[in-house]
C-alpha cells in the first residue's frame, strides 16, 4: 500500500545485532496507527551484520526496512545516524516517527526532531489518534493524561519506554521490503563512538524481575537508603527508585520507575517511602500485586496498592529483613 499521507516510521535499535525489544513494541503499535491511517509501517534499522534482523522487523508488521549495514554504523554514532534519518525522512516526508527511550533514542530523537523542525513527544504512555487523524501523544501530567499534538509539522515524533506496548507475535511468512543506504562519506564528525563498555549489573535485572522493591524520597539518606537495598536483596528482587532517590545520589539513574524511567510488571512490586506520584506509578501499572509502606497514613500511595503498611521505613524495613531471612532459613532446615 502507497501511503497518500505519509507512512509511519520505527527507528529500530540494535545492541549487539540484536533489535530491542521497545523496537518491537513500537512496530507493533506502528502497524496499528498505519491500519487506522491507510499507511504502510516503514523502520530504520542501523548498525553492521544485521540483514537477519531487518527479517525480524517485517515478521512483527513493518513493510519496509531501510537497512543501514555497515561497519561504520556498528555502534550508535549520533552524528552520521541523525545525518542518514534525516536525509531519508527528508525524502520519504512520514507522518509519523517512533523511537524507544532508550539512551540512543533519547538523544537521537531532539537531535533528528530539531534538524527537521517538527515536534517531539517524549515518555509517553500511549499513541492513538484524535478524529481528524492526528497523532495524539499522550503523557501523564496534572494528575491526568495529557494529550500533546502536532497538527502542523510533520513527521508528528514520539519516544516511548519499553514496556509500554506488547511485543507484536512475530509472522515468518510476512513479506516486506528491504531497502539497503549507503553511509554518507562527507559528514563532520565531532563525535565519534570508538567502543561499548558494558557495566556489570548488580542484582536481578529491573524490567524482568519476578519482584521489584522501589525506594523513594522516604528512605532519608543513604543509610536509609542501603536498608531498603538490603530487603532487596533478601527477597532477590530487583532494586527501583523514585527521582528524588536518583536525585539524592542513592541510586542510579537506571533503576528509576516511571515516566522517564523504567516500565516494569513485576508479580510483586513493594514501594517504600515513596508517595506514589503519577510519574512514579505509570512504570508499575502492570504489577500483579502492588504494597506500599509509607509512614504517613494519608499519603496517596495507599489508594493505589493492595496492601498497605503505615510505618517508619527507617524501622520497619530492618524487622522485615529478620523476619524474611528467619523464614528463609526456617525453610532450609525443614
Ligand atoms: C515530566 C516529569 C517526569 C517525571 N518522571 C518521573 C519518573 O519517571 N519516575 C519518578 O519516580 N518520578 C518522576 N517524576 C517526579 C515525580 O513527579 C515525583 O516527584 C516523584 O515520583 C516523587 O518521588 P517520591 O515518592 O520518592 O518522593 P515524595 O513525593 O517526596 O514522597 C516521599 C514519601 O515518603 C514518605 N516518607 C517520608 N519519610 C518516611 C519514612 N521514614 N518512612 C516511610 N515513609 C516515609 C512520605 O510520607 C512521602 O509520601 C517526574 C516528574 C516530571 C515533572
Redesign the pocket.
Known sequence: MENSQGSVWVLAEQIDCQILGVSFQLIGQARKLADELGTSVESVLLGDHIQEQARLLIAAGADKVYLGNSPQLEFYQPEIYCEMIVNLARERQPAIMLIGSTFMGRELAPLVAARLQTGLTAHCIDLVLDENKILDAKIPAYGGLLSIMCPQKRPQMATVAQGVFPKPELDETRTGEIIPLDVPVDISRRIQTLEVVREATDGVALESAPVVVAG???A?DPEGWSKIADLARALNAALGS????VDEGWADLET??????KVVSPELYIGV?????Q??MV?INNAQVMVA????AK?P?FEQVDYGIVD???EFVPALIKKIKEYQEKKVTC
Open positions: 523513594g524520597a522516604g532519608g523514585t527521582r528524588p532517590a528509576m520507575i516511571g515516566q522517564s524511567g517511602g515513596l508517595s506514589g506520584e510519574q512514579h512504570g509502606i509509607n509512614n504517613d499519603s500511595v517508619d521505613c527507617r
